[in-house]
Every structure is written in structure tokens, then in C-alpha cells.
């Protein structure tokens, strides 16, 4: 089946850590993105790729890293920076600017 | 940038009700979409309809580019309708989506 995978489901994360969440897709969809939703409010968009090799920050990047090394695959790191990361991150796809699918999300809090 | 607004922010409805929920957005859009948040997260594609009128099932939507608004219809609720409906655009001249505030709906049996 095509879709978008995201993993692991929850992650807990200590103070400090830095942490990686995977996102794969086998659309061939040559757009990513990366959103970041807190509880009870909307998405805000922390990097996008538009093309291999290639990256932009969002909104709210601060304290967040990415890498798109593969077409199908745009994992974020949450680093020991970003102050306040528990939340759901979701991640997603496009080809062009025509419709755009979701992953399942991963959960993150911090201990 | 853009600005996308959401209306109502909230509407509780008894199960077998109609709705129509607004988005309304500031500039042209080549791309419009409806998504529905479930309870565990979930987006799900609704429609993808920078202009005109679709339809699936109980669900309805329309977009009217030249006024910059679209609406969503849901007839016949079913509890399994709950969940935050999100709007999500992108503008001619932009690269990414920006997603309004959603509508939270909770269709009660």
C-alpha cells in the first residue's frame, strides 16, 4: 500500500536528549514536511523539502534539525534546544502543490 | 503572508444534524483541502478543491476562489463525524500550507 509511515508511535525523551523521528514515504512524492501540534491547537509547520538535498525552516524551526538524504525518507531531530518539545509531530507529503497526505503522527513528551 | 480563518470554532450537534463549517482565507489560493482529525490523531483527506463543488457520501464541499471563502457540509452526523475539521491553503505566490485554526465538531447520540 502507498502511504507515509512515521515512527516510533511515543517517544519519551529525558532533558538533554536529543531525539530522532522517522518519516518514510512511498509515494514519490518529492515534497516533506514536518508540523508540529500542540493539544487543542492547530499545525504549525517546522521544516519542508521540496527536493532531495535540499531543506527550508518553517515557522517555529528553532530547536529542531532535518535531513532529506532520500526521496522517501525526512527524519526530524529534536534537539536539547528546543525548550518546549512535548507535542504530536506530523509529517506529510505533496506532489507539487496538489493534495497532501499525512502519517499517523508520533507523540513526544518530555520526562 | 496569508491568513486563514475558521468558523465556528466549536459546534456541538445531536447526532442526525446538519452543519456547514466556514474557512475563509485572505489572498488567491491555488490549493485548498478539507481534513478531518479523529480522535486518535488521524488527518484524513476530505477534499482537495482549490475551486468548485465536490461531493462524497454525506459530506459536501465549495469553494468560491473569486471570494476567498469554502464551506464544508456534513448532513445525517454520525458520532463517528467528532473530531477537529482543519482547512489548509496555499497561496499563488507561497511553497507550503498554512493550516487554519479547525473547526472542533462533537456530534452527541
Known amino acids: 500500500d502507498g502511504g507515509i509511515t512515521q515512527s516510533p508511535k511515543y517517544l519519551f525523551r529525558k532533558e538533554g536528549q536529543n531525539v530522532t523521528l522517522s518519516c518514510e514515504q512511498n509515494?514519490?512524492?518529492?515534497?516533506m514536511y514536518w508540523y508540529r501540534q500542540d493539544p487543542g491547537q492547530g499545525l504549525r509547520l517546522i521544516y519542508y523539502?521540496?527536493?532531495?538535498?535540499?531543506?527550508q525552516k518553517g515557522d517555529i524551526a528553532e530547536g529542531y534539525s532535518v535531513s532529506r538524504e532520500k526521496k522517501e525518507s525526512f527524519p526530524l531531530t529534536v534537539t536539547s534546544a528546543q525548550k518546549n518539545p512535548t507535542a504530536f509531530y506530523l509529517c506529510?507529503?505533496?506532489?507539487?502543490?496538489?493534495?497532501?497526505?499525512f502519517g499517523p503522527g508520533t507523540r513526544l513528551t518530555v520526562l | 503572508g496569508i491568513q486563514v480563518e475558521q468558523s465556528p470554532p466549536d459546534l456541538i450537534l445531536q447526532e442526525g444534524a446538519n452543519s456547514t463549517l466556514r474557512c475563509n482565507f485572505s489572498?488567491?489560493?491555488?490549493?485548498l483541502q478539507w481534513f478531518h482529525q479523529n480522535p486518535w490523531g488521524q488527518l484524513i483527506n476530505l477534499f482537495y478543491?482549490?475551486?468548485g463543488t465536490k461531493q462524497n457520501g454525506r459530506l459536501s464541499a465549495t469553494t468560491v476562489a473569486t471570494e476567498r471563502y469554502s464551506l464544508l457540509y456534513i448532513s445525517s452526523s454520525q458520532t463517528t463525524d467528532s473530531g477537529v475539521y482543519f482547512c489548509?491553503?496555499?497561496?499563488?505566490?507561497?511553497?507550503?500550507?498554512?493550516f487554519g485554526p479547525g473547526t472542533r465538531l462533537s456530534v452527541l447520540p
Open positions: 506529510a507529503s505533496t506532489q507539487g502543490y496538489n493534495e497532501q497526505f
Open positions: 509515494l514519490n512524492h518529492d515534497a
Open positions: 523539502s521540496q527536493i532531495v538535498n535540499d531543506f
Open positions: 489572498d488567491s489560493v491555488n490549493n
Open positions: 478543491i482549490p475551486s
Open positions: 489548509a491553503v496555499v497561496d499563488n505566490y507561497g511553497q507550503n500550507f498554512v
